[in-house]
């Protein structure tokens, strides 16, 4: 840690944290050098397995992006946690998830699509291989919980099936 703490080093870890939600990261670390002896290590880390359900969520306390409801997304209940509905299919890896194979194609579901067991339902890009998730059970797609193309977490509720 820095021998001196400065109002310019808290202006520094708040940026930090601000970099941190607007570029959707779990995670940053930086080492500032003062002097050859004097710097100052910061990591910022969002809280895991927490789910935040506000559209102005605190800094530092969403831990799976939760994207603004788009066309593809169902505006997800106040009090409801989509992590513990028994047709959260969640995340099986850490990656990249996404609604179709590849840009422009047809999405592999939308809500309201019926799946079967085993179906492809999406795809995470986890370490530059695409990994297709299958439906867990058949059911009709109730809610979409993630933006096509954002970062996911170990974890985290991805599609609601019933």
Sequence with gaps: MSKHST??????????????????LTEISVKRDY?????????VVKQANVVTMAHAAPAMQMATPMAAPSANTAAPAASEDPAQHPGALTSPMVGTAYLSAEPGATPFVTIGTQVTEGQT??????MK???????PRAGTVKRILFEDGSPVEFGAPLMIIE
């Design 129 to 135: 291989t695409m990994n297709h998730i299958p439906a």
């Design 7 to 24: 109002d310019a080093d808290v202006a520094f870890i708040k940026a930090l944290a601000e970099i941190l939600n607007t570029n959707e």
């Design 121 to 126: 339902v999406l795809i995470i890009e986890a």
């Design 35 to 43: 002097a050859e002896d004097d710097s100052l290590d910061v990591r």
